[in-house]
């Protein structure tokens, strides 16, 4: 059974990427001036992703936008109820740190000193415990070259502490999402980056993307999260929602679909 009392996931740390396809056809193919072809051309999965228990917590399909970071921000801060993360990580696209700035801090409208000027603007301040680093590659020739990772919000002693913590990860990194990407494009065809399979329709794209990365959660048991039932000697499948405390079991995908979805404030 969905074990609600233990809601939300017992999420420590989260990765953050945007995954590319397309619809319908690709950008390059799209009529800048036909109103049919707004809808179609790339489409992005932009996801949050608990390494730690391989756990898919947000999604949001669609144009890789400014807007549509913030979307994933504000739902994945409402998923684990605004809970701080002991580790963030993304790429270097740049909407993430205002996104993260925004979702996490608190608006602090400076007093007035009664001297001459213009007044300080409100500004937007993060908690002194939010760690946030980025990983920045470089390219030559379609290949890796470099990797640098830089810390934006937080100290270089709470970065060590919170690697040190980390269960999963000794570096700054998002292989761990990086790797789910694969695994999501083995997993829905649509995705695969040459193919005829691709969606013709935004509204079974979208479908297709939160059925395939949700059902993974509860109905793939993942090796490495495997543990070892002590009195019977034996290895015990999880996925990822029982790793992250959602569910004390393997669940078929008829019992996913079956279950009644439900709006949790």
């Not at 953050?16 to 707004?38: A, I, T």
């Not at 390494?51 to 801060?77: C, M, Q, W, Y």
């Not at 890796?144 to 040190?164: D, M, P, W």
């Not at 939160?210 to 793939?220: D, E, G, M, R, V």
Request: glycine fraction near 6%; proline fraction near 6%; hydrophobic fraction near 30%.
């Amino acid at each position: 059974m969905m074990n609600w009392f233990l809601f939300p996931p017992q999420t420590n740390e989260v990765q953050f990427d945007e995954k590319w396809s397309f619809v319908g056809k690709k950008d390059k193919n799209c009529d800048p001036f036909d109103p049919n072809d707004e809808k179609y051309g790339d489409n992005w999965d932009h996801m949050a992703f608990d390494p730690e228990h391989r756990l898919v917590i947000s999604v949001i399909p669609g144009k890789r936008t400014a807007e549509n970071i913030h979307k994933l921000i504000e739902d994945f801060i409402k998923r684990t109820r605004g809970k701080l993360m002991r580790l963030i990580t993304t790429d270097k696209y740049m909407p993430y740190k205002e996104a993260i700035r925004i979702g996490y801090g608190r608006l602090v409208n400076p007093e007035r000193t009664g001297k001459r000027g213009r007044p300080k603007k409100p500004y937007w301040e993060v908690p002194s415990g939010l760690i946030y680093a980025i990983v920045k590659k470089t390219l030559s020739r379609g290949r890796i070259s470099k990797v640098e990772t830089e810390l934006v919000f937080g100290t270089e002693e709470g970065l060590k502490r919170a690697l040190k913590r980390s269960k999963v990860s000794k570096k700054v990194n998002t292989s761990f999402i990086e790797r789910q990407n694969g695994t999501d494009r083995n997993r829905n065809s649509r995705k695969i980056r040459k193919s005829l399979s691709f969606s013709k329709e935004p509204e079974e794209h979208e479908a297709m993307t939160f059925f395939c990365l949700y059902s993974y959660n509860f109905c793939w048991p993942i090796r490495t999260l495997q543990i070892q039932d002590v009195q019977g000697g034996h290895s015990i499948k999880r996925t990822p929602a029982m790793a992250a405390g959602l569910t004390d079991h393997v669940w078929t995908i008829e019992e996913w679909i079956r279950f009644p979805a439900v709006q949790l404030c």
